[in-house]
Every structure is written in structure tokens, then in C-alpha cells.
């Protein structure tokens, strides 16, 4: 099948590459022309574990194609995924501007008889609705008689695993009231239910919702792990003696309950934003969503707080070396990571930051002001020790594997003072203690305090 694949972010670039590797042949359009540009040369302009490779591959078996114009991608397609961003707007929903730019740009240039309009982007309930409207409204300029269904599809993948998640999904969403865009939805598909069939069709609005309420319960269940672990720290308790305990339950499960430095990434934050601008406008209190973000607000200052209760509120002069700055590990996404928080409220207070992460540096000095990497408050380095030269404390921030059983001997040797800040609770409190550490974790009980 020939699709297009509009937007070559962490999802779009995923999915257009992924649909490519099973034999579809796929353009992929951008806005951004350097970016396609790059692609073009074979630049990633994201970090993913094995994309590359398959980007590569494609690209030469002409499978996978560039763009930036949907004109041209559409003269040989007739599935158009919408995957480009719906940040949050000035209100907390989601901006949709450039979904809709998308969808008036396809009802301008689509040429096929019977086209398959996907939302893959994570839009309220009722966008599916607007999207058709823009589409027809275009093609009624034209006075084009083309058909076309709107159909939800969901992206469930995870950044840092992306790849994977899409070739083997637990499950595939599918939004839709037409039976011909269903089948063709499925047809698309198909080559990824080889071993187990996990599609599940619903109305479109269902699905809309679908995609909030996974990634709202996903970050309900960190936030209400970060006020257990609150409390584990004011009763002497170890939150991962209790995260074990509560995980091997089959009704609560394993995933998504580690106490630590809060959530971030380009999905929960926004996502719990814009589910409860969607209650607000229809006149209903959120209130336990409205708790899950203010209870991260805070958990992404506990480390800070942790720090300066530590060194008796005066940071001034003092020099901390940052491990991970990417908001979870296995991606170069900075979007509302925990780390940027933390080196924000360390500036302010005065204190130096050496940062070593093994691919964000990029992507963060973006996030970061210019100012504060020219007069020295912020450096990144190549090399995990070296960002503890001299440092009054190790800080960990996002927990890639390199930082997980490090060399503790290095870090003694290199920190000016034996203090850990252990932000994802990598340590084991008694260990650090008989080094020599003072510890700190996200709710170990005393030694986490
Ligand atoms: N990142 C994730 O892990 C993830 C997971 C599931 C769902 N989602 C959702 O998928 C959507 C995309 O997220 P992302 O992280 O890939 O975003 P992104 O910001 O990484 O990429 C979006 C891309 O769309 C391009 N774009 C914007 N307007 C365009 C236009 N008119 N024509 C062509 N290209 C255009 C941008 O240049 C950019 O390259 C969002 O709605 C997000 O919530 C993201």
C-alpha cells in the first residue's frame, strides 16, 4: 500500500519507517525543510534506538521517501496519516493548529477517488469531527467530489523503545465508522499481527479518548507513587521495599510505579493538561487530574529542595555534577524534563552545573538560555566522571543504564564531598552508606529524608 505520513517527529518519523519496513511504501512529509533535507542525507533529526538503520534501509529500497510537499506525497497515496504536534495552548488544551493546517492542506491536494484521513496525533474528543469539516470545506473550493473518511488511530509507542512498540504493539486502536477505511486500516496493519492479533475498532471518538486516558492513568499512577514515596520519608519507610511489594499484585502490575524526580517528556505533561481542559469545558471537576500535575510540579522540586536542605540553604558557589538530562533514558527528548527544573532552580541559587547525558546535549542546550552556558553556571561534558570533577554531589537525574552500577570508587575520587542525590532510586541506601556515601533517595525511609 502507498501511504503518507505528514510530520517526522518521534511518531510520524517511527511510523513512516516502521509501515516502510513491512513493505509499505511510505512518503513522509515535513514542514521542515532541514529536516527533510537531513533525512534525505541520511541525518537523523531525533535519537532512537534502531531507527536509523531502518531509515537507512528504506530510504535505499525507495520503501521510504522525504518530502516537504503533501502535494506531491498525495499524487500516489490515498492514507494520509496526520502526525505532527498538538503542544499544549495558553489554556492547557491542545493546540491543533497544525493538525488542522494539515487536514486543510490534504482537502486542497488530494487527488485519489477515496482517500483514508488518520488522526495519529493525540487530539480531543470531537478533533475527528473539525478535521473532516477543514478537509471538505477545502475540497467544496475545488468543487471536488472526492470521498474520504476520517478515522482515530492512535499512537501508544514509547520514546526510547519506539521501534520496538511499534513492530510488536499490545495493542493497535483503531477509530472508525466507515467499513471501507476499516478494512484498509486493517489491511495496513496486517503485516504486524503476523503472531497475535491486537487490533481493537471503536467509534472515533472512543478511540480520541482512548489515547487520554492511557497516558492520564499512566501518569496518575507515577504521581501517586511520588506521594506514597513522600510519606515513606516522614514514616521511615523505603518506597521500593513497597513499589515491590504492591507490583507483584497482578491487579496493580509492575510498570509505571517508580517513585522519583517526577514525570516530563512531550506526553504526560501535556496530555493530563489537555484532558482536563477537555472536563473544564464540559463543565466537570477534575480533580484527581488537576492532583496528578500539581503533585509532579512538586516532585520535579524535590531534588533541589533535597540539595539545599542538605548544604544548609546556601548553593552559592557550590558545583553539582548532573547525570542524564533527557527526560527518561533511550531518547534525546527534552520536552518538560525533570532536569531542566533542576538546573533552572541551581542557576538561580547561585550553583555551577556540569551535565553529562549520552545523547541529549544537543536538545538541551536548546532548552537552556545561551547566557548560562557563556558565563559558565552550565557545562556539558563528554564523559560521565568528569562531571563529577570537583563537584560537591552527584546528582542523578534520568537513569541510563551506564549510570545504574557505576564505578563508585571513581565517584568518591572525583566528588569533592561523598554526597549522592539519587533521583530514580538506582542505589541501594546501605550500600552507598557502607561507601562512604551520604544518600538520598526519592522515599527511602531515613536515608532518602
Ligand atoms: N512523542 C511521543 O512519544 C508520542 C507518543 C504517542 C503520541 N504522540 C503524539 O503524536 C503527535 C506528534 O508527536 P511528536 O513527538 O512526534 O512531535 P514532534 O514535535 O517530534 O514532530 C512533529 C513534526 O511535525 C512537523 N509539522 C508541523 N506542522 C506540519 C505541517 N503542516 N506539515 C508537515 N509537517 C508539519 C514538525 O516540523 C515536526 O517535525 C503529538 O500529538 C503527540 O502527542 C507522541
Given at each position: ?324 538530562l533527557a ?5 534525546d527528548?527534552m520536552?518538560?524534563a525533570?532536569s531542566l527544573?533542576?538546573i ?11 551535565a553529562?547525558d549520552?545523547v541529549a546535549h544537543e536538545t538541551a542546550r536548546r532548552e537552556l ?9 552550565v557545562?556539558f ?69
Amino acid at each position: 500500500m502507498h501511504i503518507s505520513v505528514v510530520g517526522t517527529g518521534y511518531v510520524g518519523l517511527v511510523t513512516g519507517t516502521c509501515f516502510a519496513e513491512m513493505g509499505h511504501t511510505v512518503t513522509c512529509v515535513d514542514i521542515d525543510a532541514a529536516k527533510i533535507d537531513g533525512l534525505k542525507q541520511g541525518i537523523l533529526p531525533i535519537y532512537e534506538p534502531g531507527l536509523e538503520d531502518l531509515v537507512l534501509a528504506n530510504y535505499k529500497e525507495k520503501r521510504l521517501r522525504f518530502t516537504t510537499s503533501l502535494g506531491e506525497a498525495v499524487q500516489e497515496t490515498n492514507i494520509h496519516f496526520i502526525a505532527v504536534g498538538t503542544p499544549p495552548g495558553e489554556d492547557g488544551s491542545a493546540d491543533l493548529q497544525y493538525v488542522l493546517a494539515v487536514a486543510r492542506e490534504l482537502g486542497r491536494t488530494m487527488v485519489a477517488d477515496y482517500n483514508v484521513v488518520v488522526d495519529k496525533s493525540t487530539v480531543p474528543v470531537g478533533t475527528a469531527d473539525r478535521v473532516r469539516a477543514a478537509v471538505q470545506e477545502e475540497l467544496d473550493k475545488r468543487g471536488s467530489t472526492i470521498k474520504f473518511d476520517v478515522v482515530s488511530n492512535p499512537e501508544f509507542l514509547k520514546e526510547g523503545a519506539a521501534v520496538d512498540d511499534f513492530m510488536r504493539p499490545d495493542r493497535v486502536v483503531i477509530g472508525v465508522k466507515d467499513e471501507q477505511a476499516a478494512k484498509l486500516m486493517h489491511e495496513l496493519y496486517a503485516p504486524f499481527m503476523r503472531n497475535h492479533e491486537v487490533i481493537v475498532t471503536m467509534g472515533v471518538r472512543d478511540a480520541e479518548m482512548t489515547k487520554y486516558a492511557a497516558n492520564a492513568l499512566l501518569a496518575t499512577k507515577i504521581s501517586f507513587m511520588n506521594e506514597v514515596a513522600a510519606l515513606c520519608e516522614r514514616l521511615g519507610v523505603d518506597v521500593e521495599q513497597v513499589r515491590k511489594g504492591i507490583g507483584s499484585d497482578s491487579r496493580i502490575g509492575p510498570h509505571f510505579i517508580y517513585a522519583g524526580a517526577g514525570y516530563g517528556g512531550s506526553c504526560f505533561p501535556k496530555d493530563v493538561k489537555a484532558l482536563l481542559r477537555m472536563a473544564q469545558e464540559n463543565g466537570l471537576d477534575a480533580w484527581l487530574l488537576d492532583a496528578v500535575e500539581r503533585r509532579n510540579d512538586r516532585q520535579k522540586q524535590r531534588l533541589f529542595d533535597k540539595i539545599g536542605h542538605h548544604f544548609g540553604g546556601d548553593l552559592k558557589g557550590r558545583s553539582f555534577g548532573l547525570w542524564g538530562l533527557a527526560f527518561k533514558p533511550g531518547t534525546d527528548d527534552m520536552r518538560e524534563a525533570p532536569s531542566l527544573v533542576l538546573i533552572g532552580e541551581l542557576v538561580q541559587a547561585g550553583a555551577k552545573v556540569l551535565a553529562y547525558d549520552p545523547v541529549a546535549h544537543e536538545t538541551a542546550r536548546r532548552e537552556l538560555p545561551a547566557e548560562w552556558f557563556d558565563n559558565g553556571s552550565v557545562r556539558f561534558v563528554e564523559h560521565q566522571y568528569e562531571a563529577l570533577e570537583g563537584a560537591d554531589a552527584l546528582v542523578l537525574v534520568t537513569e541510563w543504564k551506564p549510570f545504574r552500577n557505576p564505578e563508585f570508587a571513581t565517584i568518591r575520587e572525583a566528588l569533592k564531598t561523598p554526597v549522592i542525590f539519587d533521583g530514580r532510586n538506582q542505589y541501594d541506601p546501605e550500600q552507598m552508606t557502607e561507601l562512604g556515601f551520604v544518600y538520598y533517595g526519592i522515599g527511602r525511609g531515613k536515608a532518602g529524608g
